[in-house]
């Protein structure tokens, strides 16, 4: 497992002050708005502030104090540590499933490889892959039944028609 891991990008300045624009790649900006320290190029920084305005991140960083400096920064990808993050029981950050072989109860079968999570608005929905079929299942408890990260497999149920070959 990754120690550092891609929390989002910067996607423009914001004001005067040397603050940034993030565009967040977690559950939400409240998730990255929370972090005393972020990641990027191996560099740590210090996140003397952080906001939301309309699903981005607003941050600013220690020793960045200007508009100009904070124009370097622009499309960089921002990491966290792990071991700054709590998960609750039952979550895992996207980059340690992804890849993880995904197994179908129904089918008795294992019916391709975790690709992708795409985050939508009605939820998150896991993209599995089998060769040159892909299926899409919904990250609810109703069609993933395990995820063991030991044995880097994910247990699902799928209903008729969603994960079938024929």
Known sequence: MKQYLEAGKIVNTHALAGAVKIMPWSDGPEFLKGFSRVFMDGKEYQVVSASIQKGFVLMK?????????AMR????????????????????????????KVYDLRQKREIGTLRDVLNLPAGDVYVVQNGTAEYLI?????????????????TVETIKGMADDE
């Open 73 to 100: 920064l622009r499309d960089r990808i921002v990491y966290i540590n792990r071991d700054d993050v709590k998960l609750p029981e039952g979550r895992y950050f996207v980059q340690d499933i992804v890849g993880m």
């Open 61 to 69: 960083f220690a020793g960045i104090d200007h508009v100009e400096d």
């Open 138 to 154: 919904p990250a609810n408890p109703v069609f993933i039944k395990e995820i063991d990260p030991a044995g880097q497999i994910i």
